[in-house]
């Protein structure tokens, strides 16, 4: 029994220090992002389980440390972004003015539930909002690459006809979703006949970050492919020593992450302010 408890205990520390690398590496990225000196700070966060989102305890942590940023790319410019880590966050506001109405109105909201629409919407006036995002991060040492045909995944570049015919049959909130017009990858593609019907690929961002991105074609949807397209994607993307995000919305998405070992650590939201403070309106 007490090498069973040793084991146990081993497991759970290896576990602890995989959330914590991979956290620590997702963490500098949102901080890079912000493009304003900025940092996720917890002072009861512990070193949570996978996909943990929340500090546990008697104490929970509570507000964003918000931050004057109109150049962050945690949101579309004029917008406020909120992204959530670990038990800490970070938000940015376009002018110092938004940020006061955000610190005011966040302060006392649990760090969990500061990505939910129905909890901002009910503090801040809100005109529009995106998301909220799932974050999902992987580690080579976690990968589990989906088993395929050899030859079943082809790689193309980015800019192959077949490429952009699969690009021009998706609705276009599904290929804006997927994030494939901005790959700076090459293209890992499945066929049919000779019809590219699904693809996979990463942008190149900060922090030596790759952002993954998919689209299947809506008629060979619900079959797979995209988790070998994104199986192949990824692995092109940690043989260059980057980190994979997965940064998704639909639960299908999720799920493909979390099939090739991705850990969920946050999430992130992004919000149209229509006041920037009382009496001020948002242009």
Same mark, same amino acid.
């Given at each position: ?93 376009? +002018?110092? &003015? !938004? #940020?006061?109405?955000?610190?005011? /109105?966040?302060?006392?909201? @649990? ?5 939910? $629409? ?110 070998? +397209?994104? &199986? !192949? #994607?990824?692995?092109?993307?940690? /043989?260059?020593?980057?980190? @994979? ?5 639909? $639960? ?32």
């Amino acid at each position: 029994m007490a090498a069973d408890t040793s084991d146990a205990d081993a497991d759970t520390d290896a576990d602890a220090m995989a959330h914590s690398a991979l956290l620590i590496r997702a963490r500098g990225l949102w901080e890079t992002l912000a493009d304003a000196p900025v940092s996720f700070t917890s002072s009861s966060e512990p070193p949570g389980p996978a996909g943990a989102t929340e500090a546990s305890g008697p104490t929970r942590p509570t507000g964003p440390t918000v931050v004057v940023s109109p150049t962050s790319a945690l949101c579309p410019p004029s917008w406020a972004g909120i992204v959530v880590l670990g038990g800490a966050a970070i938000a940015t506001a376009p +002018t110092e &003015s !938004a #940020a006061l109405v955000l610190r005011r /109105a966040l302060a006392s909201v @649990p760090v969990a539930s500061l990505t939910r $629409p129905e909890v901002v919407e009910a503090l801040l006036p809100v005109a529009d909002v995106l998301g909220p995002a799932t974050l999902a991060y992987l580690s080579s040492a976690e990968f589990r690459p989906a088993s395929h045909p050899q030859g079943a995944v082809e790689t193309l570049a980015s800019a192959h006809p077949d490429v952009q015919g699969l690009l021009r049959s998706a609705e276009p909130e599904a290929l804006a979703e997927s994030g494939m017009e901005e790959i700076t990858s090459p293209a890992f593609v499945v066929r049919e006949g000779t019809d590219v019907v699904a693809a996979a690929g990463y942008r190149a961002w900060p922090a030596e970050t790759a952002h993954v991105c998919v689209l299947t074609h809506p008629q060979w949807r619900g079959r797979r492919l995209a988790r070998h +397209t994104s &199986s !192949a #994607a990824v692995a092109h993307a940690l /043989a260059a020593g980057l980190l @994979p995000q997965w940064r998704a919305r639909p $639960p299908a998405s999720r799920r493909v992450a979390r099939s090739l070992g991705f850990r969920e650590l946050g999430s992130q939201l992004s919000i149209h302010l229509e006041v920037h403070a009382p009496g001020g309106t948002h242009a």
